[in-house]
């Protein structure tokens, strides 16, 4: 059974860092792209980074100077590590995978077909 879940949210002050993980099982070989996307209530699914089985990564504009995107050697957990946190960033982070490579499109949600169930990041100020 494919799985992908996330763990590491939580709440945190305006200034503080956090560091979300993503286990992926289930899956026959490592899907091709993994990534990172949150969704506020109220407002579109937002993509932050991606992780391609080759190791580029991609960011989003607003997210490079702050988040980090990572993947252990086996490639089937990935991490997100989060530093100056701001109110803004309160979202649900969810994680997500797809069977072909980062280079089409990686930061649209619509492209990845795996999801997991979502970690809840709090900001408070």
């Known amino acids: 059974q494919v799985q992908l879940v996330e763990s590491g949210g939580g709440s945190v002050q305006a200034g503080g860092s956090l560091r979300l993980s993503c286990a992926a099982s289930?899956?026959?070989?490592?899907?091709?792209?993994m990534g990172w996307f949150r969704q506020a209530p109220g407002k579109e699914r937002e993509g932050i980074a991606t992780?391609?089985?080759?190791?580029?990564?991609t960011y989003a504009g607003s997210m490079r100077a702050r988040f980090t995107i990572s993947q252990d050697n086996a490639k089937n957990t990935l991490h997100l590590q989060m530093n100056s946190l701001k109110p803004e960033d309160t979202a649900m982070y969810y994680c997500?995978?797809?069977?072909?490579?980062?280079?089409?499109?990686?930061?649209?949600?619509?492209?990845?077909?795996?999801w997991g169930q979502g970690t809840q990041v709090t900001v408070s100020s």
């Open positions: 992780a391609d089985l080759d190791g580029t990564t």
């Open positions: 997500a995978a797809r069977a072909y490579r980062c280079t089409y499109r990686p930061l649209e949600s619509p492209t990845y077909n795996y």
């Open positions: 289930g899956f026959t070989v490592r899907p091709a792209c």
